[in-house]
């Protein structure tokens, strides 16, 4: 399947590093858990980033990203407001849901600066937007395919936390680049698994996640932001 050259650049830019929502600041429990040297490698780095993709609740906010996209492709107004909410609801720790509203917030607000025609599905959030949500709307806007959309979002999520793995226990950049590759075919097949999720199927097993936050809420001393 070819990709139009258009909807691949904006991809490349909406899940670049240097786009900035401020993704580079939050560990997401990862710096609490180098901290317990609960992680302390490249091998259990690996194995975490693996039970989250399979497991955690990236793949919930995959599944609403999917729902915005599909409520902007349709102009719902009103499920993309709905399903924002739902996932504000839905995560696990206080810390985690300003991250998701931070990062929203910074996407949507430099989304209509760059794209002023599409400020309609901006406004049509009532509550703080969150990432998954602003990246659905700016996905549908660029007429980004969904599924290549989907990978775009994780292999971006994924490269983040390798970056801050890197930079905690720390890791080589080649060992960070590895960890990357080995995690290639996990992401194609999550991707397939969340773009067949119903409605009634959306949960996740991420209480691990949750402990590790909410420790990283009260650590002494970090370099994330909480």
Request: hydrophobic share 40%; with cysteine; proline share 2%.
């Amino acid at each position: 399947m070819t990709i139009d050259n258009s909807a691949l650049l904006h991809l490349l830019q909406l899940a670049s590093p240097a786009l900035p929502v401020g993704a580079y600041s939050y560990s997401e429990g990862l710096e609490s858990l180098v901290d317990r040297k609960v992680i302390n490698n490249k091998e259990t780095l690996e194995d975490w980033i693996k039970h989250e993709l399979s497991y955690g609740s990236i793949r919930i906010e995959i599944a609403i990203m999917l729902r915005s996209y599909h409520s902007v492709c349709q102009n719902d107004l009103e499920t993309l407001d709905k399903w924002n909410a739902w996932l504000s609801a839905a995560r696990d720790t206080e810390e985690l849901r300003q991250q998701s509203w931070q990062m929203g917030r910074s996407l949507l607000k430099l989304f209509v600066e760059l794209q002023p025609q599409y400020s309609t599905f901006a406004s049509a959030i009532e509550s703080p937007c969150n990432y998954a949500v602003a990246f659905g709307i700016a996905s549908a806007c660029w007429q980004i395919e969904d599924r290549i959309a989907a990978i775009g979002y994780l292999q971006s999520w994924t490269a983040n936390i390798i970056s801050a793995g890197v930079r905690l226990i720390p890791l080589g950049q080649t060992a960070g680049q590895q960890i990357l590759i080995n995690l290639h075919d996990i992401i194609v097949r999550v991707t397939q698994e969340i773009l067949l999720l119903k409605d009634e199927e959306l949960g996740s097993c991420s209480w691990g996640l949750a402990l590790a936050s909410m420790t990283h809420q009260t650590q002494y001393t970090r370099l994330f932001r909480s």
